[in-house]
């Protein structure tokens, strides 16, 4: 990186700005030191590593003049919200009976002040190690806005807590980190939007959030990507999910810009289980490749995976899903299915299954498809009478459709599909 003194300098005001602890600017200075030593990522068969992902502006740390407005968003509710607009909160709901029972939904500055203890704890330690590659100690060094739920033990939670998070601002990176703990036996559901708007300037994304699920916790965690063409992302995505626990992912990839993702789950105590579903669609020009990774490290863990995808012209796709059981997980399931449909020939798919067993008792298996439309249900839809944009629209809503059914919560399924019809129709 250019001007490391610089940055340097620039890491160290804005933490004091923000008044953060001092263990906080202690791991961002370590971290800006190994930006340079670590490698790259891997995601096979995506070229990724001339993309501008550490184009950071040495002003970026300069916050935009905030305007006070607030993006229209869902009719208001008493569901505990939060609205983050550039690197400002601009709108924050908590119920007080859930703050009366210990619940935290806050920006993550204000709960490093508040709580530091608790997000010491996890931050950066337990699902996402800072100095893990590259792009997660750049994330480290240059985080810039986020948030914190912590739900304590026992705790139960019906209505959603939502997180939206617009980018407005050119001139800013968008290095955003959402840290969720689920304390013992804890259960909610969590909806998160990542939109940008109004940006013709080319900016970097850098986007991570870390989902601790404790002993018997269970989370249904949804999120609908919704990043402009002029945004370059890498979104990593990451489970640490503990005895016992579930977490449920439910995940809408409908950037517009390049983008590459690690959507990981780590079962890392027993009987821990995750299922993940994801569909993304590719359009344009645009290259989005998506790690979807569950580690099977302890005994009767349940790891499922289910992605689909359509690209449309010249979009490039690649799922990348691994299946990893490790040695010792006896009685481990781990299961994927990628399926992804090309409705041009100059689009590029690619379906790339991976399973690493190190045990045996284990239950393993995949599968993955790479095709075109079937044109036996398109001669037998425009046979009825159907014309064939909307002959072509059913078909992939059909295809779509085996992963939209399984999220779990119907708002996020109604508000995904008019995401895919507004892609499908751009």
Do not use: C
Not at 59 to 86: C, H, I, R, T, Y
Not at 276 to 291: L, N
Not at 386 to 391: F, H, P, S, V
């Amino acid at each position: 990186m250019k001007n490391l003194a610089n940055y340097l300098d620039n890491v160290n005001v804005f933490s004091a700005t923000k008044e953060e602890p001092s263990w906080m600017l202690e791991l961002r200075q370590k971290a800006l030191e190994q930006v340079d030593e670590l490698a790259l990522p891997v995601i096979d068969r995506v070229k990724f590593q001339r993309w501008p992902l550490l184009d950071i502006k040495e002003d970026a740390f300069n916050e935009p003049e905030f305007s006070g407005s607030v993006p229209v968003f869902d009719e208001m509710k008493d569901n505990p919200l939060l609205v983050q607009v550039d690197e400002q909160s601009s709108f924050e709901q908590l119920p007080q009976e859930l703050a009366d029972q210990g619940v935290i939904f806050t920006d993550l500055f204000t709960a490093m002040q508040e709580h530091p203890e608790l997000v010491k704890e996890y931050y950066m330690t337990k699902a996402v190690p800072f100095s893990e590659d590259k792009l997660t100690a750049a994330h480290a060094a240059f985080m810039n806005s986020g948030a914190f739920l912590y739900v304590p033990k026992n705790v139960v939670i019906e209505e959603p807590i939502e997180a939206m998070f617009y980018q407005t601002s050119s001139r800013a990176h968008f290095f955003k980190h959402v840290l969720i703990v689920a304390d013992e036996h804890s259960e909610f559901s969590y909806l998160e939007r990542f939109i940008s708007q109004g940006s013709e300037e080319a900016v970097s994304a850098n986007i991570v959030i870390e989902v601790i699920a404790k002993a018997g916790a269970k989370i249904k965690y949804a999120a609908i990507d919704q990043l402009g063409e002029n945004v370059t992302a890498y979104i990593n995505r990451r489970g640490h999910i503990l005895r016992d626990a579930m977490v449920d992912w439910a995940i809408g990839v409908m950037n517009d810009g390049d983008v590459i993702a690690d959507f990981d789950s780590d079962l890392v105590g027993d009987g821990a289980h995750s299922e993940v579903k994801a569909v993304a669609i590719s359009a344009g020009r645009q290259t989005q490749g998506i790690d979807t990774r569950v580690t099977n490290k302890a005994p009767h863990s349940i790891g499922h995976i289910l992605q689909h995808g359509v690209i449309r012209e010249r979009g490039t796709l690649t799922f990348n899903g691994i299946g990893h059981i490790i040695k010792g997980a006896k009685g481990a399931d781990a299961q994927q299915e990628s399926r992804v449909m090309m409705l041009s020939d100059q689009a590029r798919g690619d379906a790339n299954p991976i399973l690493l067993i190190d045990e045996n008792e284990v239950t393993a298996g995949h599968a993955a498809s790479v095709g075109r439309l079937d044109p036996e249900e398109m001669y037998y839809l425009m046979s009825r009478g159907l014309r064939k944009e909307d002959a072509e629209r059913l078909v992939i809503r059909g295809f779509l459709g085996s992963v939209i059914t399984a999220i779990p919560v119907k708002e996020v399924r109604n508000e995904l599909v008019e995401v895919i019809e507004r892609k499908l129709n751009a």
